[in-house]
């Protein structure tokens, strides 16, 4: 799916999966996505950043994103911001390689260890934050949960292997259930 738009200043390239989420699907899953997300696009020091922005120079910016508190099915995603310079076949085989390349060879121990001390350490500082607190037991009651669930959580992330974090990949990251997306300014708008 592509889109131009004359409000829009750089391109925007995504691609998303339709995914389980704590309710609905496989939900044994969930948690190991959630450590998934993490390692693969959700900081400067994931998978997906270091191969897009640090080492290709082919983005400006890569991310990951997966929120298992949903009433149905839910979605996980990545989205690039692609350098001035670079095209969209050019992020595809990126992207691409990277995903074949996790599925093919699976994911370290200390890949899931980083990726799991980042999760534990971002709901701690969550707890200091007047607002992140109330949103989390919001999205999580409202979805279905319980204070348990949300006391359980910490444990959930923690007992997450490399093979569950592997598992979790093979069965999201199928091509029969992709949607790829792409933002770009309307042509003569810059």
């Known amino acids: 799916m592509s889109r131009a738009d004359v409000r829009v200043v750089e391109p925007r390239w995504s691609r998303d999966w339709l995914a389980p989420s704590y309710r609905v699907g ?26 897009m922005v640090a080492d290709a120079g082919l983005a400006l910016s890569a991310s990951a994103a997966y929120s298992p508190a949903s009433l149905g099915l839910t979605s996980f995603g990545i989205g690039i911001h692609p350098a001035p310079t670079r095209t969209v076949a050019e992020i ?26 980042q999760l534990l350490a971002a709901a701690i500082y ?54 790829t997306s792409l933002l770009t300014p309307a042509a003569g708008s810059r």
Do not use: C
């Not at 996505?33 to 696009?41: D, E, P, S, T």
């Not at 990126?94 to 990726?115: H, S």
């Not at 319980?146 to 598992?167: F, G, K, L």
């Open 126 to 179: 969550a707890q200091d934050s007047l607002a992140s607190g109330p949103r989390l037991y919001g999205a999580v009651l409202s979805t279905g949960g319980t204070v348990a669930d949300i006391d359980a959580w910490p444990e959930r992330i923690a007992a997450v292997t490399p093979a569950d974090v592997s598992a979790a990949a093979q069965l999201v990251w199928r091509d029969s259930g992709a949607v």
């Open 26 to 51: 496989e939900t044994k899953y969930a948690h190991a996505l959630q450590v998934l997300a993490r390692l693969f696009g959700g900081s400067e020091t994931s998978r997906l950043w270091r191969s």
């Open 92 to 117: 595809e085989t990126a992207v691409n390689f990277e995903v074949r390349k996790l599925i093919d060879d699976g994911v370290t121990a200390e890949e899931v260890e980083r990726a799991q001390n």
